[in-house]
Structures are given as structure tokens and as C-alpha cells.
């Protein structure tokens, strides 16, 4: 009851497999981590449940995959539009379990929704092809079907937007699904998940599992070892990612994995400081620095170097701190404690190694998960935030000389997500663009998500891509007829 909820019914706090509420005598809590108050105790799932999730699914494929794409479309549509309805309330969940500023929420509340439209869209747009023939009496062709049964394992930085660019593409497909949300944030999943019911999806096509942290991993390990699931796709952590491809390796899979990056962001001497500076605020403290895009480490040509840190340092602590549902709020508070110490690790390690503390530096007074905009200056690529994935709001800053040194600098990672330049030579922005080694680079920008474009990284920052018309591939197979005896 401190979710005040036009629609308390948006608020569950049980499994759902083949269109039921699977209420369980075992629960974990979610809370707040503005203001650790617990908000639900949600069923926690177990290994029977999770064979009961994918026979639900397998038992509900065949009559979805049998719908046309329009029919498909129609229901997606429908929750399209009660998503949008409802969008105030999932905000608020989200808000309230995961710390993000309603305004935030609100956002990715939009943009999540967005993939349910794209996809629905999308659906009607899957064609297959017909080849040239090398026979005379033959025919070559290619039909596009869905992939199966498919699971999604999800993370809690993005409660809604990371599950519906999974879900969205694969109902488009035919394909039915079993998610295991993060259990940080079950409660924006179920939400979803009820408003998927509302708009009419079939029992057996979504089916949800909420488990606690320990019991994800027996999930997790079920949903990899089940021959019936054929595609599995998860965000999170490139450790994580590691396990859940060899789990599947027994199965041979197909796999979409969105794993870790630690993105550079390349200001040039010819680049617009002021939008420089703007894009970098919103690249590194967007969701208190807790996204697979944000910046992890700056590079800034020496000529503009000092000018630069003042200005991301002023910047940085004009950035409103504090409660999520507080207006005016820019920032909330990290995820759990785990997340404070790396942060806090990270800052003293840097500062040990000789780094230059410019702002903030040391947890914030609004409470005990709460981090301050932090920029560090003269760092070096011994420091562990220039190594590892930093996932909070700290900015760590470097200076560069040329430009063959910094994209040389900016490559030396096995991650290869998001990177980010400014420049205005023409010249320069193709060169740069062309040799960084990451599957999405912005170029006087610091947002490029969007459910158009192909989200997704190179090396070992995850495979396949997400959004966009590609998205669509990850869920079909092709199958080729030759077509003889004419
Ligand atoms: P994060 O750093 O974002 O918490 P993780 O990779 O640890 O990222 O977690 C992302 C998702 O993966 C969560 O849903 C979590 O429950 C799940 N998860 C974590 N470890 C495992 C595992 N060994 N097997 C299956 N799922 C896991």
C-alpha cells in the first residue's frame, strides 16, 4: 500500500504458466532500494515449475504458430495499447522496485512498449524467397518458421523494455515463450504480464517464472538442458552469459546473449564541447550508470581536456539526487548493496593508482544505496575501471593525443557493445566509425536505443541483435524445399 496504483490489480505477486497465477507457499521479497520497504513476497519457483512452464509453452505453440501474422499482430496490438493505457502504473512499479526516476520509468515504460508495436508490425513483413534454379526441372525455395519454444532470462536495469524486445519478436514469429525476470524486478514483469492476458494472448504462449537469486540459477539450468526450448535469449552479465552458453551447448541452442560492455566515449579536438558534455551526462549517469551502454571510460583530446572535466564536473553535480517518485529527481538510488562496493572499489582504486577525485567520490546522504555523480580525472589504463564494467555513476576521464593512439586505446577490451564519438570532420567521422570494434557506436550522440535500429554487441559482449527488422531472424529458421519432379 505504498504503491498507490490506479489499477491494483497491475500489482501481482505470482508465477503465471499456461494463463494461471501459480501461487507458491515459498516466497522471496522485492523491495524498495530507495527505501528497503518490502513491496510483495513473490512466489518462488521451483525446477517442477519451470517443466511445467516450457510444457505450457511446447502444448501452446502449435495453435499460435498456426495464427496468421494479422491475427498474431491484432493481439499484440492490444497490448500495445494497455500498455500505453496503464503506462502511469508500470511506471510506479518499476520506480518502486527497481529506484529509477519516474520520469525514467515513464520512458522506458514508452520504449518498451515500442517493441510490442515494431514487432507487431513486423510480423506481417516475414517473407521467404525464391531462387534463380541451377536445374531445369527444379525449384529452389526458402520458407521462414518459427524457431519453437523460447526462453528469456532477464535483468533488472531495464524491468520492462528487456523483456519485451525479447517477447515482442518471438509472439511475432509464432514462437511462445518462458521468461525468468530478474528477482530484483519480478513485479514489472507480472504487471506485463497481466495486461498480456487482458489483450487476449493465449494461455501457454507467455508464462512467467519468479524465482530468488538462488533458485534463478536451477531455472536457468532447466530451461537450458530442455530440448523443447530451442532458442534461448538473455541480457545481463558476460559471466553469466559464459554459463548459460555452455548449459546449452548439450542442446545446441540458438542463443541471443546481451552481455556486458564498458563503452568508450571519444571527444576530438573539432568536436562541439558544450554537446559533448551533454552527451556524456546522459550517457554515464542515465539510470544511475546502471546500463549495458553507459559510458565506462572518456577519452578527451589534450586540447580540450581541462575544459572538458570542468564542465562534465558541473554538470555532474548539478544532477538531482534522491527518492525516484521525488520530481525533479535525476538520479535514484543503485540496485543493492553489491552494487556500492563495486563502485565504491572502483573510486578507490583509481584514486590509490593516481587518479584525481573532481566531484563527488563517496555514497550520498539520501540513503545507504544511494551514489554521488562522480568524475574522475588522470586516469590510466591500470586502474580496474578501465578494465572492468563499472555499472554506476562514476566518470572516469583520460587524455589523448592522436587519433590512432585513442581508437587503438578504445579497442583494447574483449567487450565490444557501445562506443561513442564527437567530431565534426567528415573525414574523421568515417574513420572512426569504420575501425572502432563495437556493434553500435554514436556519433555526436550519447542515446541511440531505439526499436529500429539493431541493438546488440561485437566480441565478447553477446551475439545476435535485438529491435529492428533483424530482430525478427533470431526467432525463425529457414527451411529450403527443392522442389522437383515438375
Ligand atoms: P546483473 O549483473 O544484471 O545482475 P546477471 O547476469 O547476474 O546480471 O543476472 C541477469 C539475469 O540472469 C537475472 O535474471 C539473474 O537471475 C539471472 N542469472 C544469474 N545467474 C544465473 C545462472 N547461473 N543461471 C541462470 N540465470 C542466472
Redesign the pocket.
Known sequence: DQLKLKDSNLLRDAAFINGNWLVKDQRFEVSNPSTQQVLARVSNVTEIDTHDAIAAAQAAFPAWAAKTAKERAAVMRVWFDLMIQHADDLAAIMTAEQGKPLAEAKGEVIYGASFLEWFAEEAKRVSGDVMASTWTDKRIIVLKQPIGVCAA?????FPIAMITRKVAPALAAGCTIVI????QTPLSALAMVELAQRAGIPAGVINVLT?D?ER??A???VLCDSPVVRHLS????T???R??MRQSSPTVKKLALELGGHAPFIVFDDADLDAAVEGALQSKFRNAGQTCVCTNRFYVHASVYDQFVEKLATGAKKILVGDGFVTGVQQGPMIDAQAISKVTEHVADAQTKGARLVTGGKQHTAGSLFYEPTVLSDVTPAMLIMNEET?GPVAAVVKFTSEEEVIAAANDTEFGLASYFYSRDIGRVWRVAEKLEYGMVGINTGLMSNEVAPFGGVKQSGLGREGSKYGMDEYLEMKYLCLGGM
Do not use: M, Y
Not at 532470462?153 to 536495469?157: A, C, E, Q, S, Y
Not at 538473455?234 to 552479465?237: A, E, I, N, P, V
Open positions: 532470462i532477464t535483468p533488472w536495469n525468468k525476470p530478474a528477482e524465482a537469486a534463478s540459477i531455472v536457468g539450468k538473455f541480457t545481463g552479465s559471466p553469466v552469459g554459463i548459460l555499472f
